[in-house]
């Protein structure tokens, strides 16, 4: 055998250890190996909520003073969210709000948005949830005025197969405790729910993965807008969706993918920590 023959024998011998391997095998050394090189990030709670809120200016959820994303706090009952009258481009770690589950203000000044009483409700009925987010981001708007729910059918997007409710009658601006019922039952178990002319509600195990989630939300909405004029969107196997569900939504997962948000958003929104 020749020396260059040897040598691509040899490489190719080395190349191979892993192919003979299974694709569970490998799914579960990549989960391994990520869960060992990556941290979860040393940001407290009120930095990783103003960094959401400038993310989510920056990914065209911003509508004026429309939206709240809220974080559990501390004390039982208790969560953070913006002072009503700023917009998601001018909260920072030290201007957001501690409230109760009555909207009553325990720390920081001004009024919490009236609109965050179901998420008093979302907060009592899913104790799994850590942060939610609800924005009127524009292709979710669109599609919410179609009355028709979300269509998960790209590999990025499979974060929200079938964890994406659809809640198809409007109940009016949400300040009432009739609407915190109705949104927090129309949620039930899912991460996500599309509002029919209204807009979006993520309801995440983490600040992070309820970030990521709210931007896979806006950009599949955007897809599946475009795919639709095309022609008719084919669905994928149920039993691959899931699998790239899970794969895609683990927490060092969404760790990763809300740093590098988060480096490319402090490039302009350096007071975002102050």
Known sequence: MLRSDAHQHERGAEMSKTFTQTKEELVGKAKKQMDTTFGQGDWTVRQKLALTCRILFEGGHDSG????????????????????????????????????????????????????????????????????????????????????????????????????????????????????????????????????????????????????????FERAARLQLLASAAGDIKPIPETLGKEAHDWILRPTRSAITFAYFARRVLKKHGDALA
């Open 65 to 216: 003073l429309a939206g709240q994303i809220t974080a559990r706090a501390t004390e039982p009952g208790t969560y953070y969210t913006q002072q009503l009258g700023l917009g998601f481009d001018e909260i920072t770690a030290s201007n957001l709000l501690v409230v109760n589950s009555d909207l009553e203000v325990l720390e920081g000044k001004g009024m919490a948005n009236p609109a965050n009483r179901f998420h008093s409700w979302v907060y009592e009925a899913r104790p799994d949830v850590n942060c939610i987010i609800h924005t009127h981001p524009t292709h979710i708007v669109a599609l919410s005025m179609l009355e028709v729910p979300l269509q998960v059918s790209h590999m990025d997007m499979c974060p929200l197969f079938d964890d994406c409710a659809f809640l198809k009658d409007w109940p009016g601006v949400p300040v009432g405790n009739e609407e915190g019922e109705i949104i927090s039952k129309a949620l039930g178990s899912k991460r996500a729910l599309l509002l029919s002319h209204h807009g979006q509600l993520v309801a995440g195990d983490s600040i992070e993965q309820a970030c990521v989630l709210a931007e896979l």
